[in-house]
T-cell receptor, first 115, second 116 residues
């Protein structure tokens, strides 16, 4: 099956700094990737849709200037949390859309802690 | 707007008991996809099943079975003869068509605790 990786798996950063999370499709090309956020004991919420070569589409309530998404190649999308604050601490999960209708492959997630 | 409701937030059973997780969805799309995922404590989502809106056949995979009822907009999941390893959070999700972006909407999740 298709494999999606995320790096890093865990990151701790200080308040005010920025952190970048990478999402890679290892054995297939993904024109579309998705970024989700999951707070403790809550469900996954879609943050944005990342399209290769174009601007990301953000869901309502998600600050595009705070969560920068770059999808520069067919196998890599990055999410940068800028000027992170403790309330940004969360589990960030990416997924990549497969070639078949309805397919999505999830990465293992990145746990971000902002101190 | 799409919506997925998992009314049960937590279910606790004793090993070997059957457990059924409910999922009710709302969508205006005629083409859509339904999913179930398992999320163990490690956090990684484990894909269990994908069903498209035109396929109402029920499915069985080992101890897992799914009941898709389009008439009641439900896609319920049953674990037969539960095991401790089944303890996890289970999410039901709904995706619109690829043309509409294939965005996934997740239910709130049901935490299953299987006691030995």
């Amino acid at each position: 099956g298709a494999v999606v990786s995320q790096h890093p798996s865990r990151v701790i950063c200080k308040s005010g700094t920025s952190v970048k999370i990478e999402c890679r499709s290892l054995d297939f090309q993904a024109t579309t990737m998705f970024w989700y956020r999951q707070f403790p004991k809550q469900s996954l919420m879609l943050m944005a849709t990342s399209n290769e070569g174009s601007k990301a589409t953000y869901e309502q309530g998600v600050e595009k200037d705070k969560f920068l998404i770059n999808h520069a190649s067919l196998t890599l999308s990055t999410l940068t949390v800028t000027s992170a604050h403790p309330e940004d601490s969360s589990f960030y999960i990416c997924s990549a859309q497969g070639s078949t209708e309805g397919e999505q492959y999830f990465g293992p997630g990145t746990r971000l802690t902002v101190t | 707007a799409q919506k997925v409701t998992q009314a049960q937030t937590e279910i606790s059973v004793v090993e070997k008991e059957d457990v059924t997780l409910d999922c009710v969805y709302e969508t205006r799309d005629t083409t859509y996809y339904l999913f179930w995922y398992k999320q163990p404590p490690s956090g990684e989502l484990v894909f269990l099943i994908r069903r498209n809106s035109f396929d109402e056949q029920n499915e069985i995979s080992g101890r897992y079975s799914w009941n898709f009822q389009k008439s009641t907009s439900s896609f319920n999941f049953t674990i037969t003869a539960s095991q401790v390893v089944d303890s996890a959070v289970y999410f039901c999700a709904l995706s619109d068509s690829k043309a509409a972006g294939n965005k996934l909407t997740f239910g709130g999740g049901t935490r299953v605790l299987v006691k030995p």
